[in-house]
């Protein structure tokens, strides 16, 4: 059989009744909205992290924000992670004792 483009497209035609199952899929924090945010002190007075999972369906990712104290007072956040109320709360805290990002 001589194969071209054409014949080769139709072959891997989209079948809706592929997606059927989706459905019933689990949705992720990403798509619900509810996102907890994990905080730990890893270097007591010096180096915390938090912890959110990113995602859709059953691919997660988990993202962390590591917040580490600048010896001449304030900190810092490398690779923020997103600002939700939860997270938000535990890095102002952080603010109040430590001073400014």
């Given at each position: 059989?001589?194969?071209?483009?054409?014949?080769?497209?139709?072959?891997?035609?989209?079948?809706?009744?592929?997606?059927?199952?989706?459905s019933l899929?689990?949705?992720?924090a990403t798509i619900t909205g509810k996102r907890p945010t994990i905080f730990r002190t890893i270097?007591?007075?010096e180096i915390w992290t938090q912890d959110q999972q990113l995602g859709i369906v059953n691919v997660n990712v988990p993202i962390r924000s590591t917040i580490i104290k600048i010896p001449g007072g304030g900190l810092n956040v490398i690779n923020p992670i997103q600002p939700t109320p939860e997270s938000m709360t535990q890095l102002n805290a952080l603010i109040s004792s430590h001073g400014p990002v």
């Open positions: 059989m001589n194969y071209n483009a054409f014949t080769i497209s139709q072959s891997y035609q989209f079948a809706p009744q592929s997606l059927a199952g989706s899929l689990p949705l992720t270097v007591n007075d």
